[in-house]
Structures are given as structure tokens and as C-alpha cells.
């Protein structure tokens, strides 16, 4: 069973980012699990949401150049290994795996996005000003 993947070409600048999801979110587009990945001058933001139409109409209504893929969703056990039995599998089958991306499936209804910032301090400061919780690494381990 497939499933469909939104790909949104973004110029790579401030402000980029979150003009797109507050676009989705304040039309009632929840975003499921989403990639981003970039170069100097531009980035490709795979998202898969829960309204994918009404994404697309929005996206075009608003000038975003977007794609569409399907792609699968693979349960992969959540112990030592999931991961890996997996991708033998694949590799068994001579599959090769294009890219891929994760999101998590936890029982509070919450997720754990992970960040890089140019600088860490800076952004540490501006998520806690705004009451933003941060995971620790002892914390993120464990989930």
C-alpha cells in the first residue's frame, strides 16, 4: 500500500520554512512526517499530510512549485536491529533505497523533530524564550 508524498521546492532563506507550515496549519493540514533537504540555494521539503488535495490546491493556489510521490510506510520494531532486518531484506532483493526518513509513532500523541542550527546557543535561547521544550540527550535516548 502506498502512500502519497508532497515535495515542495523552497528557496533556501530565513523564514522559508515556516511560511509553509503555518500556511498548512492555519488551513487544518496536519503534517504526519516530513524531510527537508537542502543545498545553498534551494531545499526539497518531502511532507506527507493528512489532506493531501486540499494541500496540492493550497500549495499551487500559493505559487509553491511541488511534486507528487508515492512512497511506502514500513512498521519497523521499535528494538535493536528493526532498522537493519529490514534493509537486509531489501538488500536481499537487490532494492535499492532512494532515501528515506522517519517519524514515531508514540502513545502521548506527540513527536521529536531534531534540529541542526548554525548556532545552537542562539536557537537554545530563542526555544526557551518562547517556551518551547528541548529534549535532553538522556531523555531523547530513552523515548
Known amino acids: 500500500m502506498s502512500v502519497k508524498q508532497i515535495s515542495v521546492f523552497l528557496e533556501n532563506r530565513t523564514g522559508r520554512l515556516a511560511e509553509i507550515t503555518t500556511l498548512l496549519g492555519d488551513h487544518d493540514i496536519n503534517i504526519r512526517a516530513l524531510s527537508l533537504a537542502d543545498t545553498a ?7 506527507i499530510v493528512n489532506k493531501v488535495d486540499e494541500a496540492k490546491d493550497l500549495l499551487r493556489k500559493e505559487g509553491f512549485t511541488f511534486g ?3 512512497v511506502l510506510a ?3 520494531p521499535d528494538v535493536p536491529g528493526g532498522l537493519a532486518r ?3 531484506a531489501l538488500t536481499q532483493e537487490q532494492i535499492n533505497v532512494e532515501y528515506m526518513y522517519a517519524c514515531v509513532m508514540s502513545p502521548t ?4 523533530m531534531v534540529f541542526r542550527f548554525d548556532d545552537p546557543q542562539q536557537a537554545l535561547g530563542a526555544l526557551a524564550k518562547h517556551d518551547i521544550r528541548t529534549l535532553s540527550g538522556k531523555t531523547l535516548y530513552g523515548i
Open 109 to 112: 500523541q506527540s513527536a521529536v
Open 86 to 88: 529490514i534493509l537486509r
Open 74 to 76: 514500513v512498521e519497523v
Open 41 to 47: 540555494d534551494f531545499g526539497i521539503l518531502r511532507l
Open 68 to 70: 507528487e510521490t508515492e
